[in-house]
């Protein structure tokens, strides 16, 4: 069974820290492209940040403005989200995804698998 799950969020006041853990099991990130998502009340998820298979280099959505840091480490089979500077307006439920790396380089987001999600508030 193809799992993603992820840890680490909870209630942050604004302008500090946190790291979100995502963990695979049943399958190897590495064959994915793998995202993190989030989505805050009453709105769509977003995408927010993105690793193609066999890439290092995180692309990110401008909104994010050099704030988060994604990595992945292939040999523990997990993806993070450093979280920094965080905002009210971030609060959301925060997903990992992984997604099918031949349409995200042809533009198109297909995602094979989701994590659960993990809520991150953030106090004013």
């Known amino acids: 069974q193809l799992q993603l799950a992820e840890s680490g969020g909870g209630l942050v006041q604004a302008g500090g820290s946190l790291r979100l853990s995502c963990e695979a099991s049943g399958f190897t990130l590495d064959d994915y492209a793998i995202g993190w998502f989030r989505q805050a009340p009453g709105k769509e998820r977003a995408a927010l940040s993105w690793?193609?298979?066999?890439?290092?280099?995180?692309v990110y959505a401008d909104s994010l403005k050099g704030r988060f840091t994604m990595s992945r480490d292939n040999a523990k089979n997990m993806v993070y989200l450093q979280m920094t500077s965080l905002k009210p307006e971030d609060t959301a439920v925060y997903y990992c995804?992984?997604?099918?790396?031949?349409?995200?380089?042809?533009?198109?987001?297909?995602?094979?698998?989701w994590g659960q999600g993990t809520l991150v508030t953030v106090s004013s």
């Open positions: 690793i193609r298979r066999g890439d290092e280099t995180p």
């Open positions: 995804a992984a997604m099918d790396d031949a349409a995200l380089r042809g533009g198109r987001v297909r995602v094979e698998v």
